[in-house]
């Protein structure tokens, strides 16, 4: 059952958004059919076609319109805003439903989580162990006499 209102839900977003997008475009056909004091982007459509089509009050027609497909344009936004938000708020509960709690418990029980003193510990251990692997790498150097002159020359005795 479940299963079915995530579905309807999911249906009635997408319907909602289609009728949203259509309204927006009506929307925006009619403001941009209305004449303007300035005679603006009305007179490129041309102010007797719109005239004939729908008669000598076209801005009281066009006025009405522009209000209608507004409301419409609000009330969409309105109720498909509070449909994602139901959607999201489902899929928020799906994650905290109980069997989810519950096996998040489960594995957070099988994954030790490691102190600081422990990875303390594992750092000294690792730098020890580079420590001594970069010493046995690197060649011994050679014993250096302190003091080459005295080896060389006969001390003179008296």
């Known amino acids: 059952m479940n299963l079915f209102l995530a579905d309807s839900l999911n249906i009635s977003i997408q319907l909602l958004f289609a009728v949203l997008v259509i309204v927006s475009l009506l929307l925006l056909g009619v403001v941009l059919m209305q004449r303007p004091k300035q005679e603006g982007l009305g007179a490129a459509f041309g102010a007797a076609i719109t005239d004939q089509a729908f008669g000598a009050r076209t801005t009281d027609?066009?006025?009405?319109?522009?209000?209608?497909?507004?409301?419409?344009?609000?009330?969409?936004?309105?109720?498909?805003?509070?449909?994602?938000?139901?959607?999201?708020?489902?899929?928020?509960?799906?994650?905290?439903?109980?069997?989810?709690?519950?096996a998040a418990a489960r594995q957070e029980v099988s994954i030790p989580a490691k102190t600081p003193e422990e990875l303390q510990q594992e750092e000294l251990r690792r730098r020890a162990a580079e420590a001594e692997a970069a010493s046995s790498q690197a060649p011994a150097p050679a014993p250096r006499n302190p003091c080459p002159a005295s080896a060389e020359t006969p001390v003179p005795s008296n």
């Open 61 to 102: 027609v066009l006025k009405k319109a522009t209000v209608y497909f507004g409301t419409a344009f609000m009330v969409l936004c309105l109720g498909l805003g509070m449909l994602i938000n139901r959607q999201h708020v489902k899929s928020s509960e799906s994650l905290l439903s109980p069997e989810m709690m519950k």
